[in-house]
């Protein structure tokens, strides 16, 4: 099916480990996007890739590195992972011309 | 900045009524769109109905109708005829589109959970 796919689902690291969350859209958008979910705060912008060779910070981008890859492919990654950064991450893509959105299925990722 | 403010963290329903859960938003940007997303408990994020600023009539999408005052600033969404299958979190999320600076960003509000009872 089209769409956006995330690897891994879930991930257990220990503290100050370091670990690459995929993501993957087959669906030739331009714009791709992280956004972390944690309880009762919704979902946050990490940061984004208007176009690939391009990205930019969120709102919350501390502890996070990205790469656009190519247009298909956006990696967030976690150089020296927390307990803070704890939480479900989501990867998203839209084109830019049009109001829709797909998001993946999901990373649960806690940090011991 | 953006901000979107849901103000039910849970709200329950019996099957078959209808529900409406609360959203505002704050912009200075003349142009946006507001959107609704439902998260069952597997965690999906499902896209439910999108409103943009300058769209005249509320939009509608099957039991879902979103009731855009924008004077008040407000995007509530109206469930209709709710389902057990509706019992999920519910978020509001917002994009602006000033000068093509924004990138598509969504702005999201902290979701509300909404309950169907038998």
């Known amino acids: 099916n089209a769409g956006v796919t995330q690897t891994p689902k879930f991930q257990v690291l220990k503290t100050g480990q370091s670990m690459t969350l995929q993501c993957a859209q087959d669906?030739?958008?331009?714009?791709m996007y992280w956004y972390r979910q944690d309880p009762g705060m919704g979902l946050r912008l990490i940061y984004y890739?208007?176009?690939?060779?391009?990205?930019d910070k969120g709102e919350v981008p501390n502890g996070y590195n990205v790469s656009r890859l190519n247009k298909r492919e956006f990696s967030l990654r976690l150089e020296s992972a927390a307990p803070s950064q704890t939480s479900v991450y989501f990867c998203?893509?839209?084109?830019?011309?049009?109001?829709?959105?797909?998001f993946g299925s999901g990373t649960r990722l806690t940090v011991v | 900045a953006q901000k979107i403010t849901q103000t039910q963290p849970g709200m329950f329903v019996q099957e078959k009524e209808a529900v409406t859960l609360d959203c505002t938003y704050d912009?200075?940007?003349?142009?946006?769109?507001l959107f609704w997303y439902k998260q069952p408990s597997s965690g999906e994020m499902i896209f439910l109905i999108y409103?943009?600023?300058?769209?005249?009539q509320n939009a509608t999408e099957g039991r879902y109708s979103l009731n855009f005052q924008k004077a008040r600033k407000s995007a509530n969404l109206v469930i209709s005829a709710s389902q057990l299958g509706d019992s999920a979190m519910y978020f509001c999320?917002?994009?602006?589109?000033?000068?093509?600076?924004?990138?598509?960003?969504?702005?999201f509000g902290q979701g509300t959970i909404l309950t169907v009872h038998p």
């Open positions: 912009t200075s940007d003349q142009s946006y769109g």
């Open positions: 890739s208007a176009s690939e060779g391009t990205t």
């Open positions: 409103q943009g600023s300058y769209d005249e």
């Open positions: 998203a893509s839209a084109s830019t011309d049009s109001y829709g959105y797909t």
């Open positions: 999320a917002m994009r602006t589109n000033a000068g093509g600076t924004s990138y598509g960003k969504l702005t």
């Open positions: 669906m030739n958008h331009n714009s």
